[in-house]
């Protein structure tokens, strides 16, 4: 793995997410100039719309769109200096000595960088729902992983490890021992 001009040796961003949040982001847009383009006044029925009514609802439609495009900031950057996770609204940078491991946890929508004293951080950018990509940085962040901690972190704590079946696809252990599949 190359190091990019930014520092940082891996860097994830949730992928259908991102998507999903753009479409979602238009749409809100959308009704919302609608609806400042079709609700007038002047008739003598129903509510009489001025010119400020229709700027405040085109005003309203930005903020939600804004609102609803703050999901499109997740990510997972790790490097030399540690991790660093940014979910929705905050970034946190955790150091390699305080890393225990990255996880998901079984039914979770998104892996878990565990912490000492039990404490986690979601880490939004690494989604089930990306399948085979969320596998790949998995791996690609044990890989910095071991390199950085010189493998000091202990693997004995190994439940929602995820793990390539025969197939190609993502199987993860279940509380039990057992393999449930990445899809499941």
């Known amino acids: ?79 030399a200096d540690g991790v660093s996770v940014r979910n929705v609204v905050a970034e946190r940078h955790i150091p390699w000595t305080d890393v225990r491991g990255l996880f998901f946890d079984h039914g979770a929508p998104w892996a878990r960088l565990e912490l000492p004293f039990d404490e986690y951080v979601p880490v939004v950018a690494i989604q089930a729902r990306d399948g085979e990509r969320a596998v790949d940085a998995l791996e690609r962040f044990r890989e910095l992983e071991s390199r950085y901690t010189g493998g000091a972190v202990s693997d004995d704590n190994d439940r929602g490890a995820i793990r390539r079946n025969d197939d190609g696809g993502a199987v993860r252990r279940n509380d039990d021992g057992g393999a449930v599949r990445g899809d499941d």
């Open 1 to 79: 793995m190359t190091r990019d001009e930014t520092g940082w040796d891996l860097e994830v961003r949730p992928e259908k997410m991102r998507r999903w949040v753009v479409v979602a982001a238009v749409v809100v847009m959308a009704v919302h100039i609608f609806a400042a383009l079709v609700l007038r006044g002047g008739g003598d029925t129903g509510v009489n719309l001025r010119v400020v009514d229709q700027i405040a609802i085109l005003a309203i439609g930005v903020v939600l769109t804004g609102g609803v495009l703050l999901f499109t900031r997740p990510r997972l950057r790790a490097g």
